[in-house]
């Protein structure tokens, strides 16, 4: 049944970034290819997507290789539910109502922002061990975020500031300022704390319900 599941969202992960690139690249004529692809791969979304993609891949090779130990490392999985459950939730409540994708755009940000977060977290949940996890491992999480967060400070200034890219309102400093930007940082970190330690409850809940029913 795993196999079966991470197959199909493998798939649907692929065509959904494959998708999304294509609609980059020729719907923006005016800008040239290398500043798209820059610039496509500076979305936290689409980030966290080839991540997951990847960790259902790598799940699918055989535990013997490198790959195949750390994609099914209940370590790796665990963060990246964390990633995407928030890429689903921020877009959900944050950005939806400033963006109304139509056609092709519509389908795969549907998929990225939808379909494959709810697919991975469910592939969390029903398929990883259990009762692996600690209360600090979600800060330990937080460095893909944080690393994150200077890229994309470092590239919207260097891209031209308040009229650079900005590829979120809510990261965009120049045109928040530093006070409100702060605010946003600070509230969007403490909300990947807080799904991570949801995610660590869960593990540690269903981790204690395994071993009840394996000593039973």
């Keep these: 049944m795993a196999v079966l ?21 020729t719907g923006n004529p005016h800008m040239g290819a290398g500043e798209l ?17 990847l960790a259902f891949i790598a799940a699918l090779l055989p535990s013997t290789t490198w790959a195949g130990r750390i994609g099914r490392s209940p370590q790796l999985r665990a963060a990246v539910a964390m990633y995407i459950a928030v ?15 139509q056609g092709w755009l519509w389908i795969s940000n549907g998929l990225l922002h939808y379909v494959m977060p709810i697919a991975f ?17 979600p800060a330990k999480w937080l460095a893909f975020p944080v690393i994150y967060t200077v890229w994309t400070l470092i590239h919207g200034y260097v891209s031209g500031g308040a009229e ?5 309102w809510f990261m965009n400093v120049p045109a928040l300022g530093l006070g409100k930007a702060a605010f946003w940082l600070v509230a969007m970190l403490a909300f ?25």
């Design 5 to 25: 599941y991470r197959s199909l969202f493998a798939v649907v992960g692929l065509f959904a970034l494959g998708l999304q690139y294509w609609l980059t690249i």
């Design 164 to 168: 650079g890219w900005w590829p979120y």
């Design 37 to 53: 692809t820059l610039n496509f791969f500076s979305y936290f979304t689409v980030l966290t997507n080839v991540v997951a993609t």
């Design 87 to 101: 890429v689903g939730l921020t877009y959900h409540f944050l950005l939806s109502h400033v963006w109304d994708p």
């Design 121 to 137: 977290v469910a592939d969390w949940v029903l398929f990883t061990p259990k009762g692996t996890l600690g209360w600090r491992d």
């Design 192 to 216: 990947f704390l807080a799904v991570g330690f949801g995610v660590v409850a869960i593990d540690r809940m269903l981790g204690r319900r395994d071993r009840t029913r394996a000593s039973a």
